[in-house]
């Protein structure tokens, strides 16, 4: 194969299925004008599995260009229909795997794994430039007909397994509400005792309460941001002290402490202990951080002479959960159960509070 109409990659190659496949170090400038993404070029039979999420690309864009010198990247992995040659560098057992691949100008490639990290690599590219020397490994198999990239794909993705949110939150050093929210789970006893920092789901017989990811989501309904916005020093000791406060103000939560319920026990018949009474607690904690910032740890002490009973359907049922009995965790739950909250702390109701009371008398919710 001509050198001038090729491409050249120090390689490493190995054995999949008695089928040969070769690694290499590939430059990120390079990635866009490789692996171009043109729907129109790529077969219908694979077009429904390719087919980019747009909204994905700009995560990872901005994750790159804010990780400039911290930023970690897996393989993509791709079918190349063409000519390919693998030239050892020596003969000898221990180095005929290492070598130089050649692959024909006139390829057709197919990323079978990456697409949206070929397309991040891209647009970040634009913006720092300078990123066009470091290097990304890159899996390469030989698909002539790119016959068998559509099962590769089914295969590549198969077996994984996404993390959960929980998990994410546990391993994620960069933003601030996680940091903030395992500093809390760190410092507070009850929450350092009954927190499931892997799982997103309590199991009805677990010795846990609550997962990372309720303690999380419940600190965003607090100071009413999103993953990724900054979070000043008031904000951080406000959090602290609302957590301090909530857990020697819910009896329930100390009669687990002190072993006269059991976690259990609490889920079965307390919804204090469900991620929609924390969320909501979270929404009525920012509106009294807003509104009340001298004395709203007084209101949430009155939090312990709430009938928090699930046999309290007159005041949960409709709210915290269904006619079933089953819990019910989404938007409008949680904000129903955040009114009556507000309601039992003689906390006046906003407008929009006031309209959804009015749907819920009405039955039309």
């Not at 006139?106 to 397309?119: E, V, W, Y």
């Not at 066009?132 to 077996?159: P, W």
């Not at 009995?325 to 003689?346: D, E, V, W, Y």
């Amino acid at each position: 194969m001509e050198a001038n109409f090729s491409y050249s990659f120090p390689a490493l190659r190995g054995k999949q299925a008695n089928r040969e496949y070769y690694v290499v170090m590939c430059p990120l400038r390079l990635i866009p004008r490789i692996f171009l993404f043109d729907e129109e070029e790529i077969p219908p039979e694979h077009r429904s599995q390719r087919i980019l999420n747009k909204n994905r690309v700009p995560e990872i864009t901005n994750y790159i260009l804010e990780n400039i010198k911290d930023y970690v990247f897996s393989s993509l992995t791709a079918s190349v229909d063409g000519k390919m040659e693998f030239q050892p560098y020596s003969d000898e057992e221990h180095f005929k795997d290492l070598g130089k691949l050649v692959i024909s100008l006139d390829s057709k490639f197919l990323i079978n794994d990456g697409q949206h990290r070929r397309a991040a690599i891209e647009e970040a590219l634009k913006m720092a430039p300078e990123l066009g020397n470091e290097t990304i490994s890159v899996v390469f198999y030989n698909d002539k007909g790119l016959r068998k990239s559509q099962q590769m794909f089914a295969d590549l993705n198969r077996h994984a397994v996404n993390t959960t949110s929980s998990i994410g939150i546990l391993y994620d050093h960069r933003d601030q509400m996680a940091t903030l929210t395992k500093e809390v789970v760190n410092d507070i006893p009850l929450l350092e005792r009954y927190t499931d920092k892997e799982r997103v789901s309590i199991s009805k017989l677990s010795p846990k309460l609550f997962s990372l990811n309720n303690i999380f989501n419940t600190n965003c309904k607090l100071l009413n941001k999103r993953k990724g916005e900054l979070i000043s020093q008031q904000e951080k000791e406000f959090i602290m002290e609302f957590w301090l406060l909530i857990s020697e103000s819910i009896t329930e939560w100390q009669q687990v402490i002190r072993k006269e319920l059991t976690p259990t026990q609490l889920r079965s018949n307390y919804i204090v202990a469900h991620g929609v009474f924390l969320e909501a607690v979270g929404v009525v904690g920012y509106y009294l951080y807003q509104n009340y910032p001298t004395n709203w740890k007084e209101y949430i002490k009155k939090l312990s002479k709430v009938d928090w009973n699930r046999s309290n359907k007159k005041d949960w049922m409709g709210r915290a959960f269904g006619s079933t009995g089953r819990i019910n965790k989404n938007n409008q739950t949680i904000q129903l159960t955040a009114n009556l909250i507000k309601q039992k702390l003689s906390l006046p109701l906003l407008e929009h509070e006031i309209e959804m009371e009015e749907k819920l008398r009405s039955g039309d919710i």
